[in-house]
């Protein structure tokens, strides 16, 4: 653990606290959905039944932790007639529609693929989707349009691998060209599910090289369960910084595959090192605009509860980061000191910064523990009490 002194560790953790203070963490409206595995959806009493009340539960979720000012739609699940006006009724609550997710995996049509089904009719409808998407970011304000494709094949021969490439090309353009000067399309990719032999946009390099073609507009956006075990993530994120094609995370925590598990669960150093090459690469500057997103459901814990927990998992990875002593660092890089440069480097890792985060708050007015907070608050009765009939939000639904 890092030894400071009393006088060292305030100045450390003031210029800290300065920089924790304008981190932006996006909760996602289905996290506060309910949701499950294919085997069992196990309800939870109090579950939002309309959009406005996702976004209810996300303005606790800020109003405790401070930093989740934003909510990310998913289109139909957040399906609404008026788009500026559900924008105002975010405003009204505290907080901002942020990312729109768009959705081409959901109706039959899409069984064999959406934007790359070999069907053209079935590509258009998909199209309609995206650009539809953009329509909404239009009218609530949102920057980012995320796009996930769960298209593939099951076995090989299904289908024409290479011609499934030009199709994904050619909506992503059509969807480029619609967008308006100050938004972004986020591309983002997932190794397998639901195809299980070939996935159209499997991995990081495939998403990079449609965002290079397409444009500045356009970036990658890396969901942390969407690898390979073992896969170097820290390695991405610093690849994807350099070359400025970083656009957001999706972040959670696997065990196994896309698990959708509060991040930092399983493993909080791996986040610990995806947040240093954030920092290290510039990517926490404001003017980096890398969207912090988080994309879990909670299958067995309470909802609002399990977002305040992975908030406050981002951020207490992201003091860790910013605590690496970086000339110390690259002066034990320097002269080769592997040692050295691994104790700087896990001595950040290993500092306590509950501590930190507890004074960052008490400064920013809010209680030092956002989840004791909450639950003292009485919102979680409140909520089983008055959210009764009705049909509740589920995941895709
Ligand atoms: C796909 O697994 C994904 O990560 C995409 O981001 C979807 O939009 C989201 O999950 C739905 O939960
Ligand atoms: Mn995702
Ligand atoms: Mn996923």
Same mark, same amino acid.
């Given at each position: 653990m890092r030894d400071l002194d009393e006088e060292t560790a305030m100045g450390v953790s003031t210029g800290i606290n300065q920089r924790?203070?304008?981190?932006r963490i996006e909760t996602p409206s289905w996290a506060y959905g309910n949701s499950g595995t294919r085997f069992k959806v196990f309800a939870q009493p109090g579950v939002p039944r309309t959009v406005e009340e996702k976004i209810d539960d996300a303005a606790q979720v800020?109003?405790?932790?401070?930093v989740a000012p934003s909510i990310a739609l998913h289109i139909p699940w957040d399906?609404? !007639? !008026? &788009?500026?006006?559900?924008?105002? &009724?975010?405003?009204?609550?505290?907080l901002r529609i942020g990312t729109i997710n768009s959705n081409v995996f959901q109706d039959d049509d899409y069984k064999l693929g959406s934007v790359t089904n070999p069907d053209p009719r079935i590509r258009a409808k998909a199209l309609d989707h995206l650009l539809e998407c953009v329509d909404i970011m239009d009218a609530t304000g949102s920057r980012d349009l995320k796009l996930w494709f769960s298209d593939g094949t099951n076995y090989p021969g299904q289908d024409d691998i290479r011609a499934r490439q030009d199709r994904l090309a050619e909506a992503l353009a059509a969807v480029y060209r619609r967008l308006g000067p100050h938004q972004r399309m986020l591309l983002e990719y997932k190794l397998f599910e639901p195809a299980f032999y070939t996935t159209d946009v499997p991995d990081w390099g495939t998403a990079y090289a449609h965002c290079v073609e397409l444009g500045e507009q356009a970036q990658v956006c890396v969901d942390t369960g969407h690898h390979a075990p073992g896969t170097n993530i820290e390695f991405i994120v610093a690849f994807l910084l350099r070359a400025g094609k970083l656009g957001a995370f999706d972040f959670n925590s696997r065990f196994y595959a896309d698990d959708d598990l509060m991040v930092g669960a399983a493993d909080p150093f791996q986040l610990f090192r995806i947040m240093y090459e954030v920092v290290r690469g510039g990517g926490y500057e404001a003017d980096a605009g890398i969207a912090f997103m988080l994309d879990q459901c909670?299958? #067995?814990?309470?909802? #609002?509860?399990?977002q305040i927990r992975s908030v406050c998992n981002v951020q207490e990875a992201t003091a860790k980061a910013l605590l690496v002593d970086s000339e110390a660092l690259a002066a034990a890089q320097r002269t080769g000191d592997v040692i050295a440069a691994n104790d700087v480097f896990m001595d950040a890792y290993k500092t306590d910064v509950r501590p930190i985060l507890a004074e960052l708050r008490t400064e920013m007015g809010l209680e030092e523990d956002p989840l004791a907070a909450y639950q003292r608050s009485g919102y979680a009765e409140r909520i089983v009490a008055e959210r009764v009939g009705g049909h509740q939000a589920g995941w895709g639904a």
């Amino acid at each position: 653990m890092r030894d400071l002194d009393e006088e060292t560790a305030m100045g450390v953790s003031t210029g800290i606290n300065q920089r924790l203070r304008t981190q932006r963490i996006e909760t996602p409206s289905w996290a506060y959905g309910n949701s499950g595995t294919r085997f069992k959806v196990f309800a939870q009493p109090g579950v939002p039944r309309t959009v406005e009340e996702k976004i209810d539960d996300a303005a606790q979720v800020h109003a405790f932790t401070g930093v989740a000012p934003s909510i990310a739609l998913h289109i139909p699940w957040d399906k609404v !007639d !008026d &788009y500026s006006g559900l924008a105002k &009724y975010a405003e009204s609550a505290g907080l901002r529609i942020g990312t729109i997710n768009s959705n081409v995996f959901q109706d039959d049509d899409y069984k064999l693929g959406s934007v790359t089904n070999p069907d053209p009719r079935i590509r258009a409808k998909a199209l309609d989707h995206l650009l539809e998407c953009v329509d909404i970011m239009d009218a609530t304000g949102s920057r980012d349009l995320k796009l996930w494709f769960s298209d593939g094949t099951n076995y090989p021969g299904q289908d024409d691998i290479r011609a499934r490439q030009d199709r994904l090309a050619e909506a992503l353009a059509a969807v480029y060209r619609r967008l308006g000067p100050h938004q972004r399309m986020l591309l983002e990719y997932k190794l397998f599910e639901p195809a299980f032999y070939t996935t159209d946009v499997p991995d990081w390099g495939t998403a990079y090289a449609h965002c290079v073609e397409l444009g500045e507009q356009a970036q990658v956006c890396v969901d942390t369960g969407h690898h390979a075990p073992g896969t170097n993530i820290e390695f991405i994120v610093a690849f994807l910084l350099r070359a400025g094609k970083l656009g957001a995370f999706d972040f959670n925590s696997r065990f196994y595959a896309d698990d959708d598990l509060m991040v930092g669960a399983a493993d909080p150093f791996q986040l610990f090192r995806i947040m240093y090459e954030v920092v290290r690469g510039g990517g926490y500057e404001a003017d980096a605009g890398i969207a912090f997103m988080l994309d879990q459901c909670h299958n #067995i814990e309470p909802k #609002i509860p399990g977002q305040i927990r992975s908030v406050c998992n981002v951020q207490e990875a992201t003091a860790k980061a910013l605590l690496v002593d970086s000339e110390a660092l690259a002066a034990a890089q320097r002269t080769g000191d592997v040692i050295a440069a691994n104790d700087v480097f896990m001595d950040a890792y290993k500092t306590d910064v509950r501590p930190i985060l507890a004074e960052l708050r008490t400064e920013m007015g809010l209680e030092e523990d956002p989840l004791a907070a909450y639950q003292r608050s009485g919102y979680a009765e409140r909520i089983v009490a008055e959210r009764v009939g009705g049909h509740q939000a589920g995941w895709g639904a």
